[in-house]
């Protein structure tokens, strides 16, 4: 695949999306605070991007690190949290993760990858964003629609998002690592969906090997 090729489609994207600060983790690049994009990825998890916003909002007006966090109470935690989802299991993972970050890392995000992931409770793609949201490092967070999208267009053929993320940064030009995510996010929610996307509206269908795909509208 030639540069000129993934040229057209990313440019006629940002064209459909010109902001790539639509969704909550994408905005707090403007005035990254590593801790607090930490705590919205892990919120984030299996929960619905205005929710994530509202109860990150929530939280950041009481807690400002690691310390501040893991004062709360877990149950009085849990109420705060309680819109994002799987509200019990986060609570537990923002104070094991908090406590990891004050006694291993003097209460400090780490800017390694290897030391992320060695955190219980971050797995690959929380990392990433931290890494790409955080510290602008040259990464690419893979989430479900990056991992789908790209399979779909017939630019990889994996089965795990980490595969994803390496196939894409041998064949992605680098000028469209920091906004594929927030391109994609956007993308896959309006058009190109999980189930029974909307092909016939899809403003790069003639790029599309359609992989995948069972049904369309």
């Not at 590593?34 to 994530?52: G, Q, W, Y």
């Not at 594929?180 to 996307?197: H, K």
Request: proline letters at 7%.
């Amino acid at each position: 695949m030639q540069e000129a090729y993934f040229k057209e489609i990313m440019e006629e994207l940002k064209r459909l999306y010109p902001s790539t600060d639509k969704t909550t983790l994408n905005r707090m690049r403007t005035k990254p605070d590593p801790f607090k994009v930490l705590i919205s990825c892990l919120l984030s998890l299996r929960a619905r991007d205005e929710n994530t916003e509202k109860v990150s909002k929530k939280l950041f007006e009481v807690v400002n690190t690691p310390e501040q966090l893991i004062k709360i109470p877990i149950p009085k935690l849990e109420k705060i949290i309680f819109s994002s989802g799987h509200y019990k299991k986060k609570a537990r993972v923002l104070h094991s993760v908090s406590n990891e970050l004050i006694t291993r890392f003097n209460s400090k995000v780490p800017d390694k990858k290897d030391e992320l992931l060695s955190i219980k409770g971050i797995g690959p793609k929380t990392a990433n964003i931290v890494l790409a949201f955080a510290f602008n490092k040259p990464v690419i967070p893979v989430d479900t629609h990056v991992h789908r999208i790209p399979n779909r267009l017939g630019w990889v053929q994996t089965k795990k998002p980490e595969q994803t993320e390496q196939e894409l940064m041998k064949i992605l030009p680098k000028i469209y690592w920091a906004d594929v995510n927030a391109i994609f996010v956007q993308f896959g929610r309006d058009i190109c969906q999980p189930v029974s996307p909307k092909c016939s509206t899809c403003p790069i269908n003639k790029y599309c090997k359609k992989r995948g795909i069972i049904r369309s509208r």
